[in-house]
């Protein structure tokens, strides 16, 4: 059986990043990254669909150990893929990466302080055990297998093409097709403007509106410094610009909702015109209540203006053979109906976590630091902020592991397990009324009502406490 010090499942963006600093700051460790795929990159391998692009800035989605290059800071989907394969061919960790291994339980045992992985076996891979240390889960947050799509009365009916944004046909010609897209988030507004290039008309049906923050596609202060600084000393100078700026408009918009709300609403009108409706750039809730989506060089305000756009703000009463009929009594003729109505949160990929042969039950553990859970040995998982980038979060959380892993060591230890403190009051783990979220209450973990138990949205906090905060604190258990 193969025995490793560190294994780390998912070879996206975070699994690359754990791969670079466990190799970096324990490099007398060894390690394996597993992927269940057949391929590296994670989301920016996995979908397809028209248009597909980071919703935050490369220069903090990007590594920190490895400067986005590239002149555009909101960057299309490939070209993510190329980065992450070149970071990974750069430091040598593509060799690192066993693909089709497929993690389905990990088993701790307290006798000999390792976990015992259970990979499914498949037509490339045989069903096999291997051994590590520390477990890294770092599989991202949500079902790769399906995304969420509701239940739409008489959709059997509809005559034309429905598909899911993450199950995208590549070969689906949608030129001069009416096309409706339901939904309103990160994907739905991604892909609107890129379909409204070739479709003959593009609704966006949503149900409630969400606010929509235009930023520009190239950022000049980074091209600027790219073109006079070394490339390292640019890409931290861009990194921090744009992590303050963000926590300045996240904090901004919970002090002053109500100013933030009439700002956003206002730069819609200005950038869209005469076609601006204020009831579907209003919504319900307050900035930040739910994600801000984020849209490059007003490419969907401009397709609004265009008129290659319609948003239409309802709710669907049935699927005909033509379209959909609405609760008002209008009909949207369609040819395809794209489904761009969430995902489904997956923790850890599905697997199953035991303790000496019996089942823990996650939902009834605490996150420490947002990094272990309670009473789980040597496991640690990495998962990006709700409010930023996916990556500043995973960096942090890839230096406190690395801390943790030296630790154990240098107190001659075998294992590390953070013990929760039930006094503290417990509180949903991701405090966002997003439907994603809310469907996924039942199987998430808990966050304490204060550190170290309190799950911060806030880089700021966590650079405090991920990277330079103690490993010695009271509620760790070495032994």
Same mark, same amino acid.
């Given at each position: 059986?193969?025995?490793?010090?560190?294994? &780390?499942?998912?070879?996206?963006?975070?699994?690359?990043?754990?791969?670079?600093?466990?190799?970096?700051?324990?490099?007398?460790?060894?390690?394996?990254?597993?992927?269940?795929?057949?391929?590296?990159?994670?989301?920016?391998?996995?979908?397809?669909?028209?248009?597909?692009? /980071?919703?935050?800035? #490369?220069?903090?989605?990007?590594?920190?150990?490895?400067?986005?290059?590239?002149?555009?800071?909101?960057?299309?989907?490939? /070209?993510? @893929?190329?980065?992450?394969?070149?970071?990974?061919?750069?430091?040598?960790?593509?060799?690192?990466?066993?693909?089709?291994?497929? $993690?389905?339980?990990?088993?701790?045992?307290? !006798?000999?302080?390792?976990?015992?992985?259970?990979? !499914?076996?498949? !037509?490339?891979?045989?069903?096999?055990?291997?051994?590590?240390?520390? @477990?890294?889960?770092?599989?991202?947050?949500?079902?790769?297998?399906?995304?969420?799509?509701?239940?739409?009365?008489?959709?059997?009916?509809?005559?034309?093409?429905?598909?899911?944004?993450? %199950?995208?046909?590549? *070969?689906?010609?949608?030129?001069?097709?009416?096309?409706?897209?339901?939904?309103?988030?990160?994907?739905?507004?991604?892909?609107?403007?890129? #379909?409204?290039?070739?479709?003959?008309?593009?609704?966006?049906?949503?149900?409630?509106?969400?606010?929509?923050?235009?930023?520009?596609?190239?950022? %000049?202060?980074?091209?600027?410094?790219? %073109?006079? $600084?070394?490339?390292?000393?640019?890409?931290?100078?861009?990194?921090?610009?744009?992590?303050? #700026?963000?926590?300045?408009?996240?904090?901004? *918009?919970?002090?002053?909702?109500?100013?933030?709300?009439?700002?956003?609403?206002?730069?819609?009108?200005?950038?869209?015109?005469?076609?601006?409706?204020?009831?579907?750039?209003?919504?319900?809730?307050?900035?930040?209540?739910?994600?801000?989506?984020?849209?490059?060089?007003?490419?969907?305000?401009?397709? &609004?203006?265009?008129?290659?756009?319609?948003?239409?703000?309802?709710? &669907?009463?049935?699927?005909?053979?033509?379209?959909?009929?609405?609760?008002?009594?209008?009909?949207?003729?369609?040819?395809?109906? +794209?489904?761009?109505?969430?995902?489904?949160?997956?923790?850890?990929?599905?697997?199953?976590?035991?303790?000496?042969?019996?089942?823990?039950?996650?939902?009834?553990?605490?996150?420490?630091?947002? +990094? #272990?859970?309670?009473?789980?040995?040597?496991?640690?998982?990495? +998962?990006?902020?709700?409010?930023?980038?996916?990556?500043?979060?995973?960096? $942090?959380?890839?230096?406190?592991?690395?801390? &943790?892993?030296?630790?154990?060591?240098?107190?001659?230890?075998?294992?590390?397990?953070?013990?929760?403190?039930?006094?503290?009051?417990?509180?949903? @783990?991701?405090?966002?009324?997003?439907?994603?979220?809310?469907?996924?209450?039942?199987?998430?973990?808990?966050?304490?009502?204060?550190?170290?138990?309190?799950?911060?949205?806030?880089?700021?906090?966590?650079?405090?406490?991920?990277?330079?905060?103690?490993?010695?604190?009271?509620?760790?258990?070495? %032994?």
């Amino acid at each position: 059986m193969k025995k490793y010090d560190v294994v &780390i499942v998912g070879a996206g963006l975070s699994g690359i990043g754990a791969a670079y600093h466990i190799q970096d700051k324990c490099p007398n460790k060894t390690f394996t990254v597993l992927e269940a795929r057949a391929s590296m990159g994670g989301t920016w391998d996995l979908f397809k669909y028209p248009g597909i692009r /980071s919703d935050s800035d #490369m220069y903090t989605l990007g590594f920190s150990f490895n400067p986005w290059k590239a002149p555009k800071a909101i960057a299309d989907g490939p /070209s993510i @893929l190329a980065y992450i394969k070149e970071t990974a061919r750069k430091f040598g960790i593509d060799k690192k990466i066993q693909y089709q291994h497929k $993690l389905v339980n990990a088993d701790w045992s307290s !006798e000999e302080n390792v976990w015992n992985l259970h990979i !499914e076996g498949n !037509e490339q891979v045989e069903d096999s055990q291997i051994q590590c240390n520390f @477990l890294f889960m770092c599989s991202g947050y949500y079902d790769y297998e399906s995304g969420y799509t509701p239940s739409f009365p008489n959709s059997d009916t509809f005559k034309g093409s429905i598909i899911h944004p993450q %199950k995208w046909d590549t *070969s689906l010609d949608y030129t001069d097709k009416n096309v409706v897209i339901i939904g309103s988030g990160a994907t739905a507004v991604t892909l609107v403007p890129e #379909m409204s290039k070739k479709a003959h008309k593009v609704t966006m049906l949503q149900r409630s509106p969400t606010y929509i923050l235009n930023l520009p596609r190239e950022d %000049k202060f980074a091209n600027f410094f790219k %073109k006079i $600084l070394p490339a390292k000393a640019a890409h931290h100078l861009a990194r921090w610009k744009n992590i303050l #700026m963000s926590m300045f408009l996240y904090n901004l *918009s919970r002090r002053r909702p109500d100013g933030m709300r009439n700002w956003l609403k206002k730069e819609a009108q200005k950038a869209i015109g005469e076609r601006y409706n204020d009831a579907d750039f209003d919504p319900k809730y307050n900035p930040w209540d739910q994600r801000l989506c984020l849209i490059p060089d007003n490419d969907l305000f401009d397709a &609004i203006r265009a008129e290659k756009v319609d948003i239409v703000t309802d709710t &669907i009463d049935q699927f005909t053979p033509e379209g959909i009929r609405l609760t008002s009594g209008k009909t949207l003729p369609a040819d395809i109906i +794209v489904t761009a109505t969430g995902l489904k949160l997956k923790l850890f990929g599905g697997m199953q976590i035991f303790k000496d042969g019996q089942v823990i039950d996650l939902t009834k553990e605490h996150a420490y630091r947002g +990094v #272990m859970l309670s009473n789980i040995p040597n496991f640690a998982f990495a +998962v990006g902020y709700t409010n930023a980038s996916w990556t500043l979060k995973c960096d $942090l959380n890839c230096h406190f592991v690395t801390r &943790i892993i030296n630790q154990i060591d240098e107190q001659g230890a075998r294992a590390c397990v953070p013990r929760f403190d039930p006094e503290i009051g417990s509180e949903t @783990l991701i405090d966002l009324s997003a439907g994603y979220v809310q469907r996924a209450k039942d199987i998430l973990p808990k966050q304490g009502t204060k550190a170290p138990w309190k799950v911060h949205q806030n880089y700021i906090k966590d650079l405090r406490s991920l990277k330079y905060g103690t490993v010695k604190g009271e509620e760790l258990e070495y %032994k």
